[in-house]
C-alpha cells in the first residue's frame, strides 16, 4: 500500500524558515508535488520533484531523496498570508496499463505568528 | 480565463437520490481526477481519466462512477448516496496524462441526510 507521513501542524515566526517534512512508501513511485491550500479554498501546485535534489522557486523549495523515501518544503522569509495547509503528494504509476494515480499526504496546518 | 469549474457548489440531498457533479475545464488537459476531502482524513483520489474513455479507478472509488466521453468534461456520478459520502469534493485537472501540475476545481460541499 502507500503510506505518506507529515507533521499535523506547525507554528512558526513571520520572517523566519520553516521546514515541513514529508515521508512517504510507495510502490511505483514516479515523483512527488507539495500543494498550497489555505482555509476553505482548493489547493493550488507549488512543486514537483522527480529527481533527487533541491527545486528552488522564490520563496520556496523543495528537496527529494528517493531512497530515503522523504522530502522536505522549505519556506522562506515567512509572510502571514502563509499560514495554510501543505499537502504532499505522491505520484505512482497504478498499473501497466494505466495512468498515474496521486495519493496525498493529510497535509500540515502552518501558522504563521507576528 | 483558464478553469476548472465544478457545479453544483453546494448539494444537500438525501440518501438514495442519483445525483451527479459536474467538472469542466477549458485548458485542453488531458487528465482529470476526482477528489474527496475529509477532516483527518486529507485528500483521497477517487477516480482519474488520463484521456478521453480512459479512467481508472483511484484509492476510494466506492460508491461513484465516471465517464470521459469529451476531453473537457469529467462527471462524477453517485447512483445512490449514503450518508459516509457528505464531504468536499474537488475535480482536478492536469497538461499531461500524468497528472504533474494539477489546476483544482472551487469543490463541490455535499451533504447526504
Known amino acids: 500500500g502507500q503510506n505518506i507521513d507529515q507533521p499535523t501542524e506547525m507554528t512558526a515566526t513571520e520572517g523566519a524558515i520553516v521546514q515541513i517534512n514529508c515521508t512517504y512508501q510507495?510502490?511505483?513511485?514516479?515523483?512527488l508535488f507539495w500543494y498550497q491550500q489555505h482555509a476553505g479554498e482548493a489547493p493550488t501546485f507549488l512543486s514537483y520533484?522527480?529527481?533527487?535534489g533541491l527545486e528552488e522557486k522564490g520563496r520556496f523549495s523543495s528537496f527529494l531523496s528517493r531512497s530515503k523515501g522523504y522530502s522536505y518544503l522549505l519556506l522562506k522569509e515567512l509572510q502571514m498570508k502563509d499560514s495554510a495547509s501543505y499537502l504532499c503528494?505522491?505520484?505512482?504509476?497504478?498499473?501497466?496499463?494505466?495512468?498515474?494515480?496521486?495519493?496525498f499526504g493529510k497535509g500540515t496546518s502552518l501558522l504563521v505568528t507576528p | 480565463e483558464a478553469q476548472v469549474t465544478q457545479n453544483p457548489r453546494y448539494l444537500i440531498t438525501v440518501t438514495g437520490k442519483k445525483l451527479t457533479v459536474t467538472c469542466s475545464q477549458n485548458?485542453?488537459?488531458?487528465?482529470m481526477s476526482w477528489y474527496r476531502q475529509d477532516p483527518g482524513l486529507g485528500l483521497r483520489q477517487i477516480y482519474y481519466?488520463?484521456?478521453?474513455?480512459?479512467?481508472d479507478k483511484g484509492d476510494v472509488p466506492e460508491g461513484y462512477k465516471v465517464s470521459r466521453k469529451e476531453k473537457r468534461n469529467f462527471p462524477l456520478i453517485l447512483e445512490s448516496p449514503s450518508p459516509n459520502q457528505t464531504s468536499l469534493y474537488f475535480c482536478?485537472?492536469?497538461?499531461?496524462?500524468?497528472?504533474?501540475?494539477?489546476?483544482f476545481g472551487p469543490g463541490t460541499r455535499l451533504l447526504v441526510l
Open positions: 482536478a485537472s492536469s497538461p499531461g496524462q500524468g497528472g504533474e501540475t494539477q489546476y
Open positions: 510507495t510502490s511505483g513511485f514516479n515523483g
Open positions: 520533484n522527480v529527481l533527487d
Open positions: 503528494a505522491v505520484r505512482r504509476r497504478a498499473n501497466s496499463n494505466s495512468g498515474y494515480a496521486l495519493n
Open positions: 485548458m485542453n488537459h488531458e487528465y
Open positions: 481519466s488520463m484521456n478521453v474513455e480512459v479512467t
